[in-house]
Structure formats: C-alpha cells, structure tokens
C-alpha cells in the first residue's frame, strides 16, 4: 500500500486513543445523576446541569474550531487534556447548583477545545480514499467506552466508595494522553503556530455556504435529534409496555453500532456514500415506526439491534461525505461544525421529545423521530456528486 494510502499510522492510532480516553472519561457519568441527588440540590435543576456540558460544547465548538489549525492543534489538544483533568478533580468541591453548574460549563469547553483539536489534526491523518473506514473507527471508538466502563465502574464504585472517587480514577488515567500526545508527529502535525494560517471570517463564510455543507449539516441535525428521545426516554416507554429492564435495549444497539463501523467501514468506502445514507436513514424510519407500535421485551430488544445498524452506518457516512466534499484546509472545520450538530441533536430532541411525549404520548413521539429521519431520505438525493459512485470528487457547491 502506498505511503499516502495508509491509515493505521501512529500518528492515527495515536490521537485515537485519546479519544478513547477522553470518551472513557464521560462514560463514567452515566451515574450522573444519582450523585446529584446526594448533594444538596433540588431534583428540578438536574436536567439543566447535566444538560449544561452539551450546551457549553455546543456554544464554544463552533467559536473556537475555525482558529484550530495542524500548526497549533496538537498544542491546544494538551491544555484540552488538562483541563478535563481538573474538571474531573473539581466535582468533588462542588456542594450547591452554581459549583456544580460552573464545574460542568468549564468541563464541557475543555472537552470542547481537545475533541475540536483533535478532530483538527485527525483529518490530516486520514487518506483520501479511506474516509468511510476512519471516521467508522473514529465513531466507534467514541461508543466502545459506555459499553466497558458502566461494568467495570460498578465494580471500582462498589469497592472503593462512590462517584467521587472513579472520578479520580479517571483523572488519573486520563494523564496517559499526554505520551499518546508526543507520538503525534509528521507534517499533518506541525508547524508553526502562525496567524497567516488562521482561517478568515470571509474564508469560513465561503466554507459554509456550499449546498453539500448545509444539506449535511441539516441532516446529522435531523438524525441525531431523532435518535436523543430515544436514548433518553425509552427506559419510560419499556415500562409502559411491561419491559422492566431496557439495558439490553441499550447493549444490543451500542454492540451493533460497534460491529458495523469496526466491520463496515471499509466499505462505506467502496459503494456509495450518499446511497448508504439514504439507505440508513429508510433504515431508521421503519426502527422508529416499529417502535412505536412495539408491545413485547422481544421486540423491544430486537429493535435495538435494528435501530443500531441504521446509527452505526449513518455517523461515519455522514462524517466521510462531508471530508469527501471537503478541500484540506476546510476539513477540520467542517467536521468539527458537523460534531455541533450531533450535540444540537441531543438538545433539541429531549426538548421536542418531552413536548411531544407530555401532549401525544409514546406512540406520536416514535413517529415524529421517523417523520425526522423520512426528511433526511428525501434530502439525501440532493447531495450533488460527480461520479457514479457517488462520493468521488464530490463538489463543495
């Protein structure tokens, strides 16, 4: 294989594993909330804290991702690290609504700043014509650590004390990014830090103004707003319909989200992306109608193994169209902005979620998750390619 076709370079495997690092380390909150009800705050602001680190991610990544360049992105991923480590460190300090309010805004923007530096130089890393297959890598291992660590978690928590504790576990774990962040070297990677190579508002206007762009960053929006009710809110929904335990829900969906991007990837790279797109997204559609005409634990399980081969192919394929459509220099920033629109999807679909669950109930809030993804079938088609397979020279018009 030639040199510029290879994908498992250090440097690659290198920033993957601080995502994997960084994503260990917000697996561990899916406890969350629990530990809130042991500090002295009302139950009616829990929403809003644990909704805050998503809504700081979704406020700075835009902001900040256009000044990220290969000059200055592995420098500005290190204080990324350390500031997430001593987010971790803080929750411990934090006794009423505005610590903990602030410990989360501050955790969510360090967040932001390593995952929108890390996205910025992972680009450079990734070969032209292996789009599919590294963005499937890269979105699962964002899923692999809520599979391992919820277990293991229960484990640390159950022997050691409680929550406060993982977290510095975490926190020190979280300290072996920074060997992983010396091996990243290479032209993709370094340079200087120069002003010159900062984009330009113009610049970034004319970057985002392409129909591939907007239709693109519309429709991550409109897949992840469908998928967040569902993640949120089935555990209300499985009761209703006699189904205690919705876990296996969960797993049977995260496992095939994982085997689809780790097994499938390479060939989002072989057929069209566009089709695969559009296919998933029909995919989506009938999970969602399925679900909400669901009465039994079989078919509520079976349906979490469907819904996550539609999840698992439409991440990677949405994220490799837009590095496909993309030139060097506005990658970065287009997927970092693609990144925001899979948080504004978790904002907005609890939002209209529970409007819809308060007023219609389950059944209408499935169906409007597919009325979401059946948008996504007809816009897909007007993503403009210029190949019959449908993602080569892909125009950014």
């Not at 899923?143 to 993982?166: C, Q």
């Not at 004319?206 to 949120?232: E, H, S």
Request: glycine share 10%; aromatic share 14%.
């Amino acid at each position: 294989m030639p040199d510029e076709d290879k994908l498992f370079t250090k440097e690659f495997l290198a920033i993957d594993g601080v995502i994997f690092i960084a994503f260990s380390s917000l697996a561990i909150f899916y406890g969350f909330e629990r530990f809130l009800a042991t500090l002295p705050i009302a139950p009616k602001w829990f929403g809003l804290i644990i909704g805050l680190f998503a809504l700081a991610t979704v406020i700075i990544r835009p902001v900040i991702s256009p000044f990220f360049h290969p000059g200055n992105a592995k420098k500005w991923m290190t204080y990324g690290i350390v500031a997430v480590i001593i987010s971790l460190l803080l929750y411990q300090f934090a006794d009423n609504w505005w610590t903990m309010s602030l410990i989360r805004v501050f955790h969510g923007a360090g967040h932001s700043v390593l995952c929108s530096a890390g996205t910025t130089l992972i680009v450079g890393f990734i070969p032209e014509k292996r789009s599919g297959q590294a963005f499937g890598i890269i979105t699962a291992l964002t899923l692999v650590p809520y599979g391992i660590i919820p277990p293991l978690a229960g484990m640390v928590t159950g022997s050691t004390g409680g929550f406060l504790r993982l977290m510095n576990y975490s926190a020190i774990i979280s300290l072996l990014a920074f060997p992983l962040v010396a091996l990243i070297r290479g032209e993709a990677a370094g340079g200087e830090d120069r002003r010159s190579d900062r984009m330009k508002w113009p610049e970034i206007a004319d970057a985002l103004k392409g129909r591939n762009v907007i239709l693109l960053q519309l429709i991550c929006l409109l897949v992840w707003t469908a998928y967040a009710p569902v993640f949120f809110l089935i555990d209300g929904y499985a009761k209703k319909i006699g189904v205690m335990d919705t876990g296996w829900f969960f797993t049977a969906s995260v496992f095939t989200e994982i085997l689809v991007r780790l097994v499938a990837g390479k060939f989002f790279d072989r057929i069209s992306k566009v089709i695969t797109l559009a296919g998933s997204a029909a995919w989506l559609t009938l999970g969602y109608l399925a679900l909400a005409n669901c009465s039994t634990a079989a078919g509520l399980y079976s349906l979490g193994a469907f819904l996550g081969l539609g999840w698992g192919a439409a991440m990677p394929v949405i994220t490799g169209l837009m590095f496909d459509i993309s030139s060097s220099r506005h990658r970065p920033l287009l997927t970092n902005l693609l990144f925001v629109m899979y948080q504004g999807g978790f904002l907005l679909g609890p939002l209209i979620g529970a409007y819809v669950l308060n007023n219609q109930g389950y059944r209408a809030l499935f169906y409007v998750c597919g009325a979401l993804t059946a948008i996504t079938v007809v816009l897909t088609p007007f993503i403009r390619t210029h190949s019959k397979a449908g993602q080569a020279g892909l125009s950014n018009v």
